[in-house]
T-cell receptor, first 117, second 113 residues
């Protein structure tokens, strides 16, 4: 089935450990996004990639890095996990190409629940 | 900077009745889009409805409709004939240049039998 696949679905880390969250899409979409969802705060954009080979910071990029490996894959890395990064992480995609304007909906993965002790 | 505010953290409605969820936003851009997303307990984010800011006509999708008041920067969602499956967290989102979305805090809607 076409869609956005995130792995893993759940993960528990210790403070200071590193971790990469994977996102893959088979919809041939150009733009990909990483969000975090915290209680009472909605979704906040961490990083996004408008197209293959480009990445840009979102609202809350500190403590994260991303890689747009190819058109299909967009990974999010925590180099040294902190308890404040405990959250649910969502990957999303849109077909949008330049010029960018959000007239198209974003398609979301099922999320990764990450707990950092 | 863009902001989206949902002032109702929780709402409830009886099955088959109508409910309206509120959303206000702020942006300095003249061209933008507004969305309502639904997140059921399964945690999926599902697009419910979208509205182009340049269109005066309110968007409608089956039982879901919006009341878009551009001057007031208000974008409310009306759900008619509420069903148990409508129970979910609802997020209002603003899309501006750069294809980025700014989300509100969410409203937890419970439909009671």
């Amino acid at each position: 089935n076409a869609g956005v696949t995130q792995t893993p679905k759940f993960q528990v880390l210790k403070t200071g450990q590193s971790m990469t969250l994977q996102c893959a899409q088979d919809m041939n979409h150009n733009s990909m996004y990483w969000y975090r969802q915290d209680p009472g705060m909605g979704l906040r954009l961490i990083y996004y990639s408008a197209s293959e080979g480009t990445t840009d910071k979102g609202e809350v990029p500190n403590g994260y890095n991303v890689s747009r490996l190819n058109k299909r894959e967009f990974s999010l890395r925590l180099e040294s996990a902190a308890p404040s990064q405990t959250s649910v992480y969502f990957c999303a995609t849109t077909r949008q190409r330049l010029p960018l304007l959000s007239n198209q909906p974003q398609h979301f993965g099922d999320g990764t629940r990450l707990s950092i002790l | 900077a863009q902001t989206v505010t949902q002032s109702q953290p929780e709402m409830s409605v009886q099955e088959a009745e109508t409910v309206t969820l509120s959303c206000t936003y702020d942006t300095s851009e003249s061209n933008y889009y507004l969305f309502w997303y639904k997140q059921p307990p399964s945690r999926q984010m599902i697009l419910v409805i979208r509205q182009e800011a340049y269109k005066q006509q309110n968007a409608t999708e089956n039982r879901f409709s919006v009341n878009f008041q551009k001057a007031a920067k208000s974008f409310s969602l009306k759900i008619s004939d509420s069903q148990l499956g409508d129970t979910a967290m609802y997020f209002c989102a603003l899309g501006t240049s750069g294809s980025r979305l700014t989300f509100g805090e969410g409203t937890q809607l419970t439909v009671n039998p």
